[in-house]
């Protein structure tokens, strides 16, 4: 039976055009799905009887289920959702004043194994689903109103989660199948009806696919940048050694002309001692000259097992200050959620068929505390 949370609006479309239906009943069920929420046919109470029940012999709405749900101290709210053969993801909702924000993931694990981060370090087992995607948004909203969560913009009728950051466990183009059609309809009027810049996908840097997202839907792009050089870079984000920062600044500047917003996020984890001197924020400012950006510089989070410490708080201002000179703008992200697990890089969920990786504790960060493009392994 189909999932109806996983058809795009193009798709839904094909599902009543194939049963006869005009194509406005689409949109009449995309909007029970992806606006009331609602997880049976049956309720769908405009549209006549014998299609409800036509509907409910062949699809089925299915979100996610939920293994746990935590709450921290500041609100963050972080679900960690199966993913089937004991697998899970975990998607979090951060309120702030004027927004919610759902974090969302796009993979359960993920092949690219960044030194730095928790999901990396435990492989990947696979790709979800554009339901699996689309259902953290779905589940998200419904839950907070079944709730009777309260902010502004919900008292003005506007469902829980106002943005999109694709930042959660996987690399979101390595998905890239599912991950579209999940965009889509996070941007569709009949659906979650955001606007691009309210939607961003975080890349570690796969540039062909940067590329293939500028032309079949560009929202706003944020990419990892972590390193000012390719020597560090190929250390702590191993996907730079197929393609380098000179490709991948290139790849920042096509999509421009076609992003939502007219910079490029880049973040950076600030790891003591690796990548937070003086010397790599004047290398950071000369690698950026021609990509209009801004820079946000993410405190790192521990996770255990680690051998990679934060950058102390004056480093990472300092650090911050030495872009500001340069005239870029930088912010330093606020930590949410960590005494639930759930700030940048700490989602772990959980991984069955786990690959055996390189561990992170084999770098050295104190051996980086040499000048900008000293190699970091033995
Ligand atoms: N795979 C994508 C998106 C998920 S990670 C990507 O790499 O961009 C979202 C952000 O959190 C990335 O910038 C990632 O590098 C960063 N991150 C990973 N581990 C972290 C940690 N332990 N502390 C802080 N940020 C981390
Ligand atoms: Fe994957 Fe992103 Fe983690 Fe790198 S930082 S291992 S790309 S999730």
């Not at 989070?301 to 703008?329: C, E, K, M």
């Not at 969920?349 to 392994?377: E, S, Y």
Request: proline content about 7%.
């Amino acid at each position: 039976m189909t999932n109806l949370l996983g058809l795009s609006p193009a798709a839904l479309a094909d599902f009543f055009a194939q049963r006869g239906e005009k194509p406005f009943r689409a949109r009449q069920v995309s909007r029970w799905l992806h606006q009331r929420f609602v997880d049976d046919v049956g309720a769908m109470t405009d549209i006549g009887k014998p299609l409800r029940e036509r509907l409910a012999g062949e699809a089925r709405i299915a979100g996610p289920a939920v293994i746990r749900d935590s709450t921290a101290a500041d609100g963050t709210r972080k679900w960690l959702l199966d993913a089937g053969s004991g697998n899970a993801v975990e998607s979090v909702y951060i309120p702030e004043d004027d927004r919610g924000t759902l974090c969302v993931s796009s993979q359960a694990g993920c092949a690219l194994d960044c030194a730095f981060c928790s999901t990396g370090r435990q492989g990947f087992n696979r790709n979800l689903t554009t339901a699996e995607i689309v259902g953290q948004l779905w589940h998200a909203n419904r839950t907070l109103l079944a709730e009777g969560a309260s902010a502004p913009w919900i008292d003005h009728g506007r469902p829980p989660v106002t943005n999109v950051v694709l930042m959660g466990m996987g690399e979101p183009l390595a998905n890239f199948d599912n991950v579209v059609p999940a965009l889509q309809l996070m941007l569709d009027d009949n659906a979650y009806g955001l606007s691009r810049r309210r939607v961003t996908l975080s890349t570690s840097g796969l540039v062909p696919l940067i590329d293939r997202l500028r032309e079949e839907c560009p929202v706003a792009l944020a990419v990892s940048l972590h390193a000012s050089n390719d020597a560090l870079r190929d250390q702590i984000v191993p996907i730079n050694r197929k393609h380098p920062l000179r490709d991948l600044m290139a790849a920042c500047q096509r999509y421009l002309p076609a992003a939502p917003r007219d910079f490029v996020t880049f973040e950076y984890v600030m790891l003591d001692g690796v990548n937070d001197s003086p010397a790599h924020a004047a290398e950071l400012v000369a690698l950026v000259r021609d990509t209009p950006c801004k820079f946000n510089l993410i405190p790192f989070n521990p996770f255990p097992g680690t051998a990679f410490r934060t950058s102390p708080r004056t480093r990472i201002v300092a650090f911050q200050q030495a872009l500001q000179d340069a005239g870029l703008v930088a912010t330093i992200r606020k930590t949410r959620g960590d005494d639930i697990d759930a700030a940048c890089g700490q989602l772990a969920g959980q991984v069955q068929d786990r690959v055996k990786r390189r561990l992170a504790t084999r770098i050295v960060p104190a051996a980086a505390a040499r000048a900008p493009g000293a190699t970091l392994l033995p």
